[in-house]
Nanobody
Protein backbone atom coordinates (compact mmCIF):
# COMPACT_ATOMS: atom_id res chain seq x y z
CA UNK A 1 0.00 0.00 0.00
CA UNK A 2 1.04 3.59 -0.54
CA UNK A 3 2.95 5.02 2.40
CA UNK A 4 4.45 8.47 2.85
CA UNK A 5 6.50 9.20 5.95
CA UNK A 6 7.74 12.70 6.72
CA UNK A 7 10.67 13.51 8.98
CA UNK A 8 13.01 16.36 9.81
CA UNK A 9 10.70 18.78 11.57
CA UNK A 10 11.54 20.52 14.80
CA UNK A 11 12.02 23.80 16.61
CA UNK A 12 14.24 26.38 14.94
CA UNK A 13 14.96 30.05 15.52
CA UNK A 14 13.90 32.68 12.98
CA UNK A 15 16.43 32.82 10.17
CA UNK A 16 17.37 29.18 10.66
CA UNK A 17 17.11 26.21 8.34
CA UNK A 18 15.56 22.76 8.30
CA UNK A 19 15.42 19.98 5.74
CA UNK A 20 12.30 17.85 5.58
CA UNK A 21 12.25 14.39 4.04
CA UNK A 22 9.36 12.33 2.70
CA UNK A 23 10.09 8.62 2.32
CA UNK A 24 7.73 6.89 -0.11
CA UNK A 25 6.85 3.23 -0.57
CA UNK A 26 4.18 1.06 -2.13
CA UNK A 27 4.21 2.67 -5.58
CA UNK A 28 6.61 3.49 -8.39
CA UNK A 29 7.91 6.74 -6.96
CA UNK A 30 9.61 7.92 -10.15
CA UNK A 31 6.30 7.87 -12.04
CA UNK A 32 4.49 10.44 -9.92
CA UNK A 33 4.63 14.11 -9.11
CA UNK A 34 4.92 14.95 -5.44
CA UNK A 35 4.11 17.95 -3.33
CA UNK A 36 4.53 19.53 0.09
CA UNK A 37 1.63 21.15 1.93
CA UNK A 38 1.41 22.81 5.31
CA UNK A 39 -1.31 23.59 7.79
CA UNK A 40 -1.00 26.16 10.54
CA UNK A 41 -3.35 26.18 13.55
CA UNK A 42 -6.74 27.56 12.58
CA UNK A 43 -5.84 27.78 8.91
CA UNK A 44 -6.55 25.72 5.84
CA UNK A 45 -3.97 23.38 4.41
CA UNK A 46 -1.98 25.13 1.69
CA UNK A 47 0.34 24.07 -1.09
CA UNK A 48 3.97 24.93 -0.40
CA UNK A 49 5.81 23.37 -3.34
CA UNK A 50 5.43 20.69 -5.99
CA UNK A 51 7.81 18.72 -8.15
CA UNK A 52 7.32 16.70 -11.31
CA UNK A 53 8.06 12.99 -11.51
CA UNK A 54 11.54 13.56 -12.97
CA UNK A 55 12.29 16.60 -10.86
CA UNK A 56 12.67 18.82 -13.90
CA UNK A 57 9.74 21.08 -13.01
CA UNK A 58 9.07 22.72 -9.66
CA UNK A 59 6.55 25.23 -8.41
CA UNK A 60 6.38 27.23 -5.20
CA UNK A 61 3.93 29.28 -3.22
CA UNK A 62 4.78 32.97 -3.39
CA UNK A 63 5.32 33.02 0.36
CA UNK A 64 8.28 30.61 0.17
CA UNK A 65 9.87 31.47 -3.19
CA UNK A 66 13.58 32.11 -2.83
CA UNK A 67 13.70 30.49 0.61
CA UNK A 68 12.52 26.91 0.12
CA UNK A 69 13.78 24.32 -2.37
CA UNK A 70 11.95 21.14 -3.27
CA UNK A 71 13.89 18.20 -4.65
CA UNK A 72 13.69 14.44 -5.02
CA UNK A 73 15.95 11.43 -5.28
CA UNK A 74 14.14 8.79 -7.32
CA UNK A 75 16.83 6.22 -6.54
CA UNK A 76 16.02 6.61 -2.83
CA UNK A 77 12.24 7.06 -3.23
CA UNK A 78 12.54 10.24 -1.21
CA UNK A 79 11.46 13.85 -1.61
CA UNK A 80 12.97 16.77 0.25
CA UNK A 81 12.14 20.32 1.26
CA UNK A 82 15.09 22.52 2.14
CA UNK A 83 13.81 25.46 4.15
CA UNK A 84 16.08 28.46 4.70
CA UNK A 85 15.53 31.87 6.25
CA UNK A 86 12.64 30.49 8.25
CA UNK A 87 10.06 32.89 9.65
CA UNK A 88 7.56 32.49 12.51
CA UNK A 89 4.78 32.39 9.91
CA UNK A 90 6.29 29.19 8.50
CA UNK A 91 5.21 27.42 11.70
CA UNK A 92 2.89 24.60 10.68
CA UNK A 93 2.53 20.86 10.24
CA UNK A 94 4.12 19.93 6.93
CA UNK A 95 2.69 17.10 4.85
CA UNK A 96 3.82 15.35 1.71
CA UNK A 97 1.28 14.25 -0.83
CA UNK A 98 0.97 12.33 -4.04
CA UNK A 99 -1.97 11.71 -6.36
CA UNK A 100 -2.45 8.17 -7.61
CA UNK A 101 -6.13 8.08 -8.62
CA UNK A 102 -6.71 9.54 -5.16
CA UNK A 103 -4.69 11.72 -2.82
CA UNK A 104 -2.30 10.03 -0.43
CA UNK A 105 -0.94 12.00 2.53
CA UNK A 106 1.75 11.43 5.07
CA UNK A 107 1.15 11.87 8.79
CA UNK A 108 2.90 15.24 8.88
CA UNK A 109 5.89 16.69 10.69
CA UNK A 110 5.74 19.74 12.96
CA UNK A 111 7.88 22.77 12.15
CA UNK A 112 8.01 25.50 14.78
CA UNK A 113 9.89 28.73 14.14
CA UNK A 114 10.30 30.67 17.35
CA UNK A 115 12.92 32.44 19.40
Amino acid sequence: QVQLVESGGGLVQPGGSLRLSCAASGFIFSNYAMSWYRQAPGKERELVAAISSTGSTTTYADSVKGRFTISRDNAKNTMYLQMNSLKPEDTAVYFCKTLIRTNYWGQGTQVTVSS
